[in-house]
């Protein structure tokens, strides 16, 4: 089935260093989320967006919706060692329909 | 809330034999989807139920697949039989009302067919 592209596909930072991330389609979605996997568990919902040109944040985290509705964007500020993980969007059209996830952003931070 | 529980959180088998994967969603929502994970292939979705019933099993890879979902607090993915090309971790995810707020993982199962 049809995936998001997220890119990069992974990312060696140094801790304190800030991240950005970005998830983009082909198609429009309605709804954007983003998704945080830390290793061995399941992915956590970090962040919701509804609403076109939509800016949210959530701690050191900060996402948007992008304003042609087929992007969106993930930045985290001063990374610590616990942003270590797999950072996924996902899409939605509307209604009911099942999400669409993105491909993950693998984020590794180098001591 | 407990969160969604999968069962068990690792399994290892040998190649044909049946592996019985298990979910209890949050209660009240009502859906429920089930995904493989591998690094090759990142997160896939299997199947997913709407009040227990299946709506969409295009993404099962093959017979030897399947699920279902008798009440609202439980389902099974069972695989019979099983490949070392099953190997993943398989994720049990549930929502209220479709996507839009997100659905909620469980732990998953790592699943190691020897």
Same mark, same amino acid.
Request: glycine share 10%; charged share 20%; with cysteine.
């Given at each position: 089935? %049809? %995936?998001?592209? %997220?890119?990069? %596909?992974?990312?060696?930072?140094?801790?304190?260093?800030?991240?950005?991330?970005n998830? &983009?389609?082909?198609?429009?979605?309605?709804?954007? $989320?983003w998704?945080?996997?830390d290793?061995?568990?399941?992915?956590? $919902?970090?962040?919701?967006?509804?609403?076109?040109?939509?800016? &949210?944040?959530?701690g050191? $985290?900060?996402?948007q919706?992008?304003?042609?509705?087929?992007?969106?964007? $993930?930045n985290?500020?001063?990374s610590?060692?616990?942003?270590v993980?797999?950072y996924?969007c996902?899409?939605?059209r509307?209604?009911?329909?099942?999400? &669409?996830?993105? &491909?993950?952003?693998?984020?590794?931070?180098?001591? | 809330? !407990?969160?969604?529980?999968?069962? /068990? +959180?690792?399994?290892? @088998?040998?190649?044909?034999?049946e592996? @019985?994967? +298990?979910?209890? /969603?949050?209660?009240?929502?009502?859906?429920?989807?089930?995904y493989?994970q @591998?690094?090759?292939?990142?997160?896939?979705?299997?199947?997913?139920?709407?009040?227990?019933?299946?709506?969409?099993?295009s993404?099962?890879?093959?017979?030897?697949?399947?699920?279902?979902?008798p009440n609202a607090?439980?389902?099974?993915l069972?695989?019979?039989?099983?490949? /070392?090309r099953?190997s993943?971790?398989?994720?049990? !995810?549930?929502?209220y +009302?479709g *996507?839009?707020? *997100?659905?909620?993982?469980?732990?998953? @199962? +790592?699943?190691?067919?020897v």
């Open positions: 089935g %049809q %995936q998001l592209n %997220q890119s990069p %596909q992974s990312m060696f930072i140094q801790e304190g260093e800030d991240v950005s991330m998830c &983009t389609s082909s198609s429009i979605f309605n709804t954007w $989320l998704y945080k996997q290793p061995g568990e399941g992915p956590v $919902l970090l962040i919701a967006l509804y609403k076109a040109g939509e800016l &949210t944040s959530n050191r $985290l900060t996402a919706f992008g304003i042609t509705r087929k992007d969106s964007f $993930l985290i500020s001063a610590i060692p616990s942003d993980g797999i996924f996902a899409g939605q509307g209604g009911n329909e099942k999400l &669409t996830f993105g &491909t993950g952003t693998r984020l590794t931070i180098i001591p | 809330d !407990a969160g969604v529980i999968q069962s /068990p +959180r690792h399994e290892v @088998t040998e190649m044909g034999q592996v @019985t994967l +298990r979910c209890k /969603p949050i209660s009240g929502h009502d859906y429920l989807f089930w493989r @591998t690094m090759m292939r990142g997160l896939e979705l299997l199947i997913y139920f709407n009040n227990n019933v299946p709506i969409d099993d993404g099962m890879p093959e017979d030897r697949f399947s699920a279902k979902m607090s439980f389902s099974t069972k695989i019979q039989p099983s490949e /070392p099953d993943a971790v398989y994720f049990c !995810a549930s929502s +009302r *996507g839009g707020a *997100g659905y909620t993982f469980g732990s998953g @199962t +790592r699943l190691t067919v």
